[in-house]
């Protein structure tokens, strides 16, 4: 009965942080739900070796209040700019052909798809508009309250309205957080 109880306790919880994480599609998939079911996309651009990679997994994606706003309003994409994976956007197909296998988990060469993208570091998070349109890179490790700021800029479609740095700095003064910094 004990073992019982446990059990429930782990299944339980196993499923109330299930419900939590982001729910992580491929770029081609994410174009073909936009055809469906029109939204932004984020793409977290990453690598293995990468140390703020990984803070950005483990500490901003796996927040409770970034997961339910990426999952709401975004299609989430995960993207290794040093991998080899072939992938086809906006009518090209990209590909890594200096991928060195015997050098996957350390510094490898670019992805061509992240080239195409202006990645010039680790982590970088792309934002697209409903059409797989670059918004804008956002290179950079980002807190729960910094990732908060673009999520809901380009998800209302604010930054349209920004054309100057000073405006920028103007919407970053006047933006309240709310999401749990967890």
Request: with cysteine.
């Amino acid at each position: 009965m004990k073992k019982t109880i446990i059990l429930l306790v782990v299944i339980v919880f196993s499923f109330s942080s299930w419900a939590q994480e982001i729910q992580w599609v491929g770029l081609e998939e994410a174009i073909e739900l936009q055809k469906k079911s029109p939204r932004k996309i984020i793409m977290d651009v990453y690598t293995n070796w990468c140390g703020p990679c990984k803070l950005l997994d483990n500490r901003t994606f796996q927040n409770p209040d970034v997961a339910n706003y990426v999952n709401k309003y975004y299609y989430a994409v995960k993207f290794n700019g040093e991998g080899n994976e072939l992938l086809n956007y906006k009518n090209k197909q990209f590909g890594n052909p200096n991928y060195d296998p015997a050098r996957k988990n350390s510094r490898n060469s670019v992805h061509e798809l992240a080239r195409y993208l202006q990645v010039s570091a680790y982590p970088t998070i792309v934002f697209m508009d409903e059409k797989a349109e670059v918004i804008a890179p956002i290179t950079g490790y980002k807190t729960p309250e910094q990732l908060e700021l673009y999520l809901k800029m380009f998800k209302k479609d604010d930054h349209k309205k920004i054309t100057t740095q000073e405006e920028f700095s103007a919407y970053y003064k006047a933006f309240t957080p709310v999401f749990n910094g967890g």
